[in-house]
T-cell receptor
Framework: EAQVTQNPRYLITVTGKKLTVTCSQN?????MSWYRQDPGLGLRQIYY???????DKGDVPEGYKVSRKEKRNFPLILESPSPNQTSLYFC????????????FGSGTRLTVV | TQLLEQSPQFLSIQEGENLTVYCNSS?????LQWYRQEPGEGPVLLVT?????EVKKLKRLTFQFGDARKDSSLHITAAQPGDTGLYLC?????????????FGKGTLLTVNP
């Protein structure tokens, strides 16, 4: 089944403890992206990647890092999480042409206390 | 960043009624996508519209792209409880690259039996 897999689905952590949210897609998609979704603010793009080793900042990149060492994987790294990073995070992938949309993962609900 | 305004923000209707939700911007879109999101899940692509004036139908859902490619609408005929969800429009940047996708804040639709 074609899908984007995120792990973990739920995570509660403490301020300052480094964490990684993994994302993997099995569709050989070129483009991958991370979004966060917050009440009243909608979905906002954190980082995106056009291909292996090619990444760029989205609209809200502060406090996050990403890497794209393989085409299928696009992990999101929070080096020193803070409470304002409590959110619902989505990874998504796309073949890259405008007619195709993004396929989203099921989300990771992160709480930083 | 293109600003996408969706209206209404909330909509609660009875089963069998018709409804229209809107997505507007002051910018011209290269293309626009509509997604539907259920609670606790990632958005799922419904349709992509590319050409000004384009109309696409998906069963009881009709999507229209404005002639000037600055606005779009989603019309649902004879709504059913299964249509309940958050409807999101998303636009590509002016270059048409699929990695820089900006979302509106969505319309939360509730269809009551």
């Amino acid at each position: 089944e074609a899908q984007v897999t995120q792990n973990p689905r739920y995570l509660i952590t403490v301020t300052g403890k480094k964490l990684t949210v993994t994302c993997s897609q099995n569709m050989n998609h070129e483009y991958m992206s991370w979004y966060r979704q917050d009440p009243g603010l909608g979905l906002r793009q954190i980082y995106y990647s056009m291909n292996v080793e090619v990444t760029d900042k989205g609209d809200v990149p502060e406090g996050y890092k990403v890497s794209r060492k393989e085409k299928r994987n696009f992990p999101l790294i929070l080096e020193s999480p803070s409470p304002n990073q409590t959110s619902l995070y989505f990874c998504a992938s796309s073949p890259g042409t405008s007619i195709y949309g993004y396929t989203f993962g099921s989300g990771t609900r992160l709480t930083v206390v | 960043t293109q600003l996408l305004e969706q209206s209404p923000q909330f909509l609660s209707i009875q089963e069998g009624e018709n409804l229209t939700v809107y997505c507007n911007s002051s910018s011209v879109f290269s293309s626009l996508q509509w997604y539907r999101q259920e609670p606790g899940e990632g958005p799922v692509l419904l349709v992509t519209v590319v050409t000004g004036g384009e109309v696409k139908k998906l069963k009881r859902l009709t999507f229209q792209f404005g002639d000037a490619r600055k606005d779009s609408s989603l019309h649902i005929t004879a709504a059913q409880p299964g249509d309940t969800g958050l409807y999101l429009c998303a636009a590509l940047n002016s270059g048409g690259s699929n990695y820089k996708l900006t979302f509106g804040k969505g319309t939360l639709l509730t269809v009551n039996p």
